[in-house]
């Protein structure tokens, strides 16, 4: 069986924007690299249940000034590169993440840089209208990396679609409300410890859990979610990383296997998957660490019934396959070096 997936990457050296990478399940190999469609930096892309592709972008005028948002595709076409439906570029620049929200028919971005989370309604013929747009306020984490301001990392839905949006900057976890219309209302905040880096989260809706990952810190937080009151309570943190690995660590993507009963965060600099049992109530045991082969993965992604990971390594421009055992959770590496240009993500195509 032949699955598709997009990959989002920076286009810094040799990447041109988006490409389509197939995982052939019955030979255990990743193959046909195609090129997708073009954009600047569009390091993460997403997918709504009508095919339709968004990828974060920039654009720059005459005067290299650069105004950011995202590129809208029509991802049922396999004649590559794909044009646009439409494109709206009204930040600073370039958002660090996007997400769908089918019911409400709304696109989120979260902007590291500019500090601000924006939703947008998107017509039935694709046209693109910003709906609203908040900046993100607290106080600044101690590490260098959040000195200068606010860095909403990670926007997505709730398991009782509110929404929830993740700051690196000020180590907050925020809740909103949002209506058809796209207007966030503010719910709850959760205030991590100082320097914590939160980067993206997950939810087990069973559990009543979330998982944050924290980037600066290489932490994994368990954190309990009270639908009701749309908040969130720290529970546990466990580390990501060695406790005698001294250079430099970003932890990055998070996923959580369909049982509940495992979770992966991707660490950059160590190099690494580390894998984490969960049990009937969520807490967290820290069971296998393996090598991505390959320098800087940002992201990682599950097959569709979840016997294999696809793993991705920005500074080494490659692709690792792995095969998942469903009882242990654990990885085993079967293909390595797999060209991929300077990916950042890794989004399993409907």
């Keep these: 069986m032949i699955e598709k997936y997009l990959i989002g990457t920076y286009t ?55 105004t950011g948002g995202f590129k809208e595709w029509d991802g049922k076409s396999e004649d590559f590169p794909l044009t646009d439906i439409a494109s709206i570029h009204d930040q600073e620049t370039s958002p ?23 939703t947008y309604k998107i017509a039935s013929d694709g ?12 106080t600044l984490g101690f590490r260098p990396e959040q ?24 180590d907050k976890v925020f809740i909103y409300d949002l209506d058809d219309s796209g207007k966030l209302t503010p719910v709850s905040e959760l205030q991590m410890e100082d320097g914590y880096g939160p980067r993206h989260i997950a939810f087990d809706e069973k559990k009543g859990v979330a998982y944050l990952v924290g980037e600066l810190s290489s932490h994994l937080a368990v954190l309990d979610y009270d639908e009701k009151a749309g908040k969130l309570t720290l529970r546990s943190i466990s580390s990501t990383i060695p406790e005698d690995w001294t250079e430099h660590n970003g932890a990055a993507a998070i996923r959580i296997s369909k049982d509940g009963k495992f979770v ?54 490659n692709g690792t396959l792995y095969t998942r055992n469903a009882q242990t959770g654990k990885l085993t590496m079967i293909q390595k070096d797999v060209k991929v240009p300077e990916p950042v993500c890794v989004l399993r195509k409907k």
């Excluded at 709906?131 to 306020?137: C, P, Q």
């Excluded at 200068?148 to 509110?162: A, C, E, F, K, V």
Aim: net charge negative; charged share 25%; proline share 3%.
């Design 96 to 118: 660090a993440y996007i997400a769908v929200d089918e019911t409400r028919k709304l696109v989120f971005t979260a902007n590291y840089h500019a500090g601000t989370i924006c």
């Design 147 to 170: 000195q200068d301001g606010p860095h909403p990392h990670y926007i997505n839905l709730t398991p009782d679609n509110r929404v929830v949006a993740v700051d690196l900057g000020v």
């Design 12 to 66: 810094r050296r040799i990447s041109k924007g988006v490409y389509q990478l197939e995982l052939d399940t019955d030979n255990q190999k990743l193959q046909n690299l195609q090129f997708v469609g073009d954009a600047i930096d569009p390091t993460y892309v997403a997918e709504s249940n009508s095919k339709r592709i968004y990828a974060i972008t920039k654009v720059k005028d005459k005067d290299d000034n650069v």
């Design 127 to 138: 046209a693109i209208t910003r709906a609203d747009r908040i900046m993100d306020k607290g």
């Design 264 to 317: 992966y965060v991707s660490n950059r600099g160590n190099n690494t998957i580390a894998v984490f049992s969960s049990d009937e109530k969520g807490n967290v045991q820290l069971i296998q660490r393996i090598s991505t082969e390959g320098d800087f993965p940002r992201d990682f992604n599950f097959s569709d019934d979840e016997s294999f990971v696809i793993c991705v390594n920005q500074n080494s421009d």
